[in-house]
């Protein structure tokens, strides 16, 4: 299993690439105050992403799964996303 983690400082090459991108997000002239985004970069062998405006991490996973589902559609496809608090067997 990889070593997945969730910080609030950039930790690497992608994160640190990622914070840059907000940095210039936040600097546009037609930035507002609510504005949010979320950055992800790959680069084939592991993946940076940054949820940037969100106060909660959940309510931007929330909009990044229903940004993912309007993908499928346009694409023809169909998503179906069920979460679940636990696995269990079987």
């Given amino acids: 299993m990889s070593q997945e983690k969730r910080t609030d400082k950039p930790h690497d090459r992608l994160t640190r690439m990622c914070a840059t991108m907000t940095e210039a997000f936040d600097a546009h002239p037609e930035h507002r105050e609510n504005d949010k985004c979320i950055v992800f970069l ?5 993946g940076g992403i940054q949820m940037h405006g969100y106060d909660e991490y959940a309510e931007g996973m929330a909009d990044l799964m229903a940004h993912v589902e309007a993908m499928f559609k346009a694409n023809g496809l169909v ?3 069920v979460p679940v608090e636990t696995i269990g067997e079987g």
């Fill in 79 to 81: 998503m179906t996303f």
């Fill in 42 to 46: 790959d680069d084939g062998k592991r």
